[in-house]
């Protein structure tokens, strides 16, 4: 951590006046440039507890510069302890605009760090990608192990939130192990899109994550609460802090995600997102395995029968909703080279999902 005194300094930048915790103000001033960090006594922390708490920020995030700033209480005893001298230093930072970081404000800095930073690939970039390539996107459903794969058929491999490393090692003929391009919903929530092990990801060289939600945040006229709020804003926030562009990102289209909804009257759910963007590209072979529109629990290291089914029973999705539009678009696409694993082959068959297990 650089601790600053200098009573002729003369600085060019933004002060940040936070009443957020120490380590969420760090987050968001690290990605800002020429912005210097106050210690205030806006939250209930000592300054000797901050002080812990950014040099452990420093270790994960980088090197943050602080500035002491008296107008503030700084205790006596705590400059002791930086073997720095106790004056007042007001006026380094005559001629700086001060912005405060309130809980209904940090929004707009979070949002100009995501959309000012390169973050983003443009998604022609995928569509070329993918253009004649032969495709398997295979789904956490326990209908994967209706038949084995051979990942050497296919250029590419595409996976779902967290079907992905640990989740199928141990059953890889039917699985698979490579993760090519991988559809998550950015929330790192266990029972959700689950933490994405980056590093892991760019070692088994993951070329593409594809978010499968839309960034929309703070839009009361939407009709999914989920984008009431700054909830999805945070989730983009926390995955590009971990990400840092080691790994292509390219966020759903909102417009073709707004479509979507509009045809199911529903939530679209990640497997369903992928599903749907894929069969509107320019593949050569199209195979998609393990997707069974929950009726069937999923493999159960990628989530308990017990989980499977609480969530089912609270979901925001329609499942069968979801089910009706994929056989239209079957159908639209039939011309195309579309090959579904032998339950799926099956379940299109029904004219709604069926309430039990299917027998193949």
């Not at 005194?5 to 990605?31: D, V």
């Not at 008296?70 to 720095?84: A, C, H, P, V």
């Not at 929530?189 to 892991?200: A, C, L, P």
């Not at 539009?325 to 195309?336: D, E, P, Q, R, V």
Request: with cysteine; charged share 20%; proline share 3%.
């Amino acid at each position: 951590m650089n601790i600053y005194y200098n009573q002729n300094a003369k600085l060019n930048g933004i002060l940040i006046q936070s009443c957020l915790k120490p380590e969420e103000t760090a987050k968001i001033i690290f990605f800002l440039p020429n912005c210097f960090y106050i210690l205030d006594t806006y939250c209930n922390y000592s300054n000797d507890i901050k002080y812990i708490q950014l040099e452990e920020i420093k270790g994960k995030y980088g090197n943050i510069n602080i500035y002491l700033f008296s107008k503030f209480i700084i205790s006596e005893n705590f400059t002791n302890t930086l073997n720095l001298p106790y004056y007042n230093i007001n006026s380094l930072f005559n001629n700086l605009p001060i912005y405060n970081i309130a809980l209904n404000q940090r929004i707009d800095i979070i949002n100009k760090y995501i959309t000012l930073n390169n973050y983003i690939t443009n998604e022609q970039e995928y569509i070329h990608f993918l253009k004649n390539k032969k495709i398997a996107l295979i789904g956490p459903s326990e209908t994967v192990f209706s038949e084995k794969i051979n990942e050497d058929d296919f250029d590419i491999i595409i996976r779902v939130n967290k079907m992905w490393g640990s989740i199928i090692s141990n059953d890889t003929d039917y699985t698979g192990k490579r993760c090519d391009i991988l559809y998550n919903n950015i929330d790192f929530k266990n029972d959700s899109g689950g933490t994405i092990d980056f590093d892991y990801l760019c070692k088994n060289k993951t070329k593409f994550i594809i978010s499968t939600i839309k960034y929309d945040y703070n839009n009361f006229e939407d009709p999914d609460t989920l984008y009431h709020d700054d909830l999805v804003l945070k989730f983009f926030f926390n995955f590009h802090l971990s990400n840092k562009n080691k790994i292509k990102f390219i966020p759903f289209n909102s417009q073709k995600y707004n479509y979507i909804r509009s045809k199911i009257n529903t939530r679209p759910n990640c497997g369903f997102i992928a599903i749907k963007h894929l069969l509107d590209l320019d593949f050569k072979k199209l195979y998609i395995k393990g997707f069974s529109f929950s009726t069937t629990p999923t493999i159960n290291s990628y989530k308990t029968k017990y989980d499977f089914y609480k969530l089912k029973n609270i979901t925001n999705h329609d499942h069968n909703s979801q089910f009706l539009f994929f056989k239209k678009l079957l159908n639209t696409y039939s011309h195309k080279e579309i090959i579904l694993d032998p339950y799926l082959n099956e379940l299109i068959k029904y004219d709604n999902l069926p309430n039990t297990y299917i027998d193949i």
